[in-house]
């Protein structure tokens, strides 16, 4: 049996890996391994919280001892790590908190698989590290499209951070040998994605009556996925992924931040029964955020080419999708964004 850590599954995309692995291999003991921060929420996981192959624990990947001791006790053969601090405007307010979790984290669990591995020349073993298309800066040229070889440039905290995690992972990759691989996706959305992102935020606020905040002009360009389909992808890559590789993951589904929000407005008037025009006149144009890029568009020919993954959904259909989880869970909207959830989990759970 293989045993598999899946770190920060607990998250949004995370929950959706995690759901996928524990479903689709009954043979892998799955171990999720997740702080629950604001944005970790085991309600994510209730439908197969009870499955035999399935284990939580919590801790913090920041705490190297812990980490070491973890991997002391499980033995695990494979790693994929997705715990990070992952909103773009909290990294600007508190850059910190991303340079520790997912530099000084990422580095301890290297470093545990590194310690654990080596004396089996890491036969069979596998560091899959889960990244994001912003640690190639921004794109102006509309012609232009990140590949595997764009350098890098981040712009943001998160965005340095990431880099920063992806550099050493590549780092022990090359100086140690550690079976390492990397993907770089672009925009999620979907079921369980946390009301601070933008997508999830103006559904709530269509929900509750609020202000829509278009930073900007809206003219900011992202490539949106659905997220079972980068769950699929990540399937994909671990295994079938050639070692030392880097995948770029993206949809080919790029939309102006205004268009987006006006796709939202138009898609929950008419869930809504209200008239259409209604949701759209809640949009409020407000101060840009710090330094931010203008355009992120992901080339995911090397994934689709070489391991025969592609997108699944039309982004309509997705968005549709999208809609309809979060209108038959408002019971989820409202205890994520009130804490509930994690007052509940964190009376269940001791912290590590
Ligand atoms: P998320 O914020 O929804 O979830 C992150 C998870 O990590 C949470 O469950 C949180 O509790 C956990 N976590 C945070 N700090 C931790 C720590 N110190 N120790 C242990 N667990 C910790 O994030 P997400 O959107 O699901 O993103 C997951 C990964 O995918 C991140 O690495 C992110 O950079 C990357 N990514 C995200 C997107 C996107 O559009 N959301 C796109 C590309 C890549
Ligand atoms: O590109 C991949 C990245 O996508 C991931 O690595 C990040 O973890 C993830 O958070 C996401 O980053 P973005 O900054 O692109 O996502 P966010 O949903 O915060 O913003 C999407 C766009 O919408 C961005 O141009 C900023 C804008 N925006 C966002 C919010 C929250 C607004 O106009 N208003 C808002 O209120």
């Known amino acids: 049996m293989k045993k598999l850590l899946i770190t920060g ?12 692995f524990v479903t689709k291999y009954p043979d892998y003991q799955i171990f999720n391994l997740d702080k629950l921060t604001y944005a970790g929420n085991l309600e994510n996981l209730r439908d197969i919280e009870n499955q035999p192959n399935y284990t939580f624990v919590k801790g ?20 994929i790590h997705l715990a990070a601090e992952s909103h773009v405007d909290r990294s600007i307010s508190e850059p910190m908190a991303f340079v520790m979790t997912n530099v000084v984290g990422t580095c301890n669990l290297l470093n545990a698989a590194k310690n654990t591995w080596k004396a089996s020349g890491y036969e069979g073993k596998r560091f899959y590290h889960v990244s ?13 499209f990140f590949t595997e070889t764009t350098p890098y440039d981040p712009r943001s905290p998160y965005s340095a951070s990431k880099a920063s995690s992806d550099h050493f992972v590549r780092a022990y990759g090359n100086t140690y040998k550690l079976p390492v691989v990397i993907t770089n996706c672009s925009n999620n959305y979907g079921p369980n994605h946390f009301p601070e992102k933008l997508l999830p935020l103006m559904i709530h606020n269509i929900l509750n009556n609020k202000p829509l905040p278009v930073y900007g002009k809206g003219e900011n360009v992202r490539d949106w996925l659905f997220v079972v389909d980068h769950a699929r992808a990540i399937d994909t890559v671990f295994h079938n992924g050639v070692l030392g590789e880097t995948y770029n993951i993206g949809g080919f589904n790029e939309w102006k931040n205004i268009d987006i929000v006006m796709l939202v407005c138009k898609t929950m008037d008419s869930k809504l029964g209200r008239p259409e025009g209604t949701s759209e006149q809640l949009i409020t144009y407000v101060t840009d955020r710090a330094g931010h890029d203008l355009r992120y568009a992901i080339d995911a020919t090397k994934i689709m080419n070489e391991l025969g ?19 038959n869970n408002q019971e ?8 509930n959830y994690q007052k509940y989990y964190d009376s269940m759970y001791t912290n590590r």
């Open 332 to 339: 989820w909207l409202d205890n994520v964004t009130s804490g």
């Open 60 to 79: 913090d990947i920041v705490d190297a001892s812990f980490i070491d001791a973890l991997f002391a006790e499980h033995q695990f053969d494979g790693v």
């Open 132 to 144: 994001t298309d912003e640690v190639y800066g921004e794109l102006h040229n509309p012609e232009d």
């Open 9 to 20: 599954g607990a998250g949004f995309i995370g929950s959706h890996v995690v759901r996928l």
């Open 309 to 327: 993954w592609k997108p699944s959904l039309q982004f309509e259909e997705g968005l549709e999708k999208t809609v309809d989880w979060f209108l």
